[in-house]
């Protein structure tokens, strides 16, 4: 099933003939397995990686970390879902560190992000700082290539 995942990750647009045949089984077995992925929850969506920059100028992202006080009895667990609830946010992770959330968020501009972090972050019971870093410019999104450089044809100079 690693290799089906692996496949899946890379191109969740595949057909079940083109797994297939990529994995030497065949389409009902395959199409059996992504069914078993998707009941267990292995498989929880399938998604599309966009280059922001070609597809709405006006885009902005960050990553924004958050320290909290973790809660009695449910630790960091109620904050994050309450950030999950949240429409702007895309993700919400439990990270090591000096901070203990992690957030990624896209907005129509800094002052979308900024005015989000002020008015909606910051004022939630619980979190105690953030930190906020804007995305410049996006190279590789899960394994794929976003931004294709042209390739220097002035070489090296020594």
């Given amino acids: 099933m690693k290799e089906l995942i692996t496949l899946l990750k890379q191109n969740a647009r595949l057909s079940n003939a083109e797994l297939a045949a990529m994995l030497g089984r065949t389409e009902e077995t395959v199409a059996a397995q992504i069914a078993e992925l998707e009941q267990t929850g ?17 885009t902005v992202s960050a990553y924004i970390e958050l320290k909290i006080t973790p809660q009695p009895d449910c630790g960091f667990d109620e904050l994050a879902r309450i950030l999950s609830s949240f429409e702007e946010i895309e993700s919400v992770t439990l990270m090591s560190g000096g901070y203990d959330l992690g957030i990624t968020i896209t907005g129509n501009g800094l002052r979308d992000i900024a005015t989000f972090v002020a ?7 619980g979190v105690l700082s953030t930190r906020t870093h804007f995305v410049l410019k996006r190279y590789k999104e899960k394994g794929i290539l976003i931004q294709d450089e042209p390739d220097d044809e002035r070489g090296v100079a020594f």
């Fill in 119 to 125: 008015q909606r972050l910051a004022t939630l019971d």
């Fill in 42 to 58: 292995v498989i929880r969506g399938y998604s599309v990686i966009v280059d922001e920059e070609l597809a709405d100028r006006d």
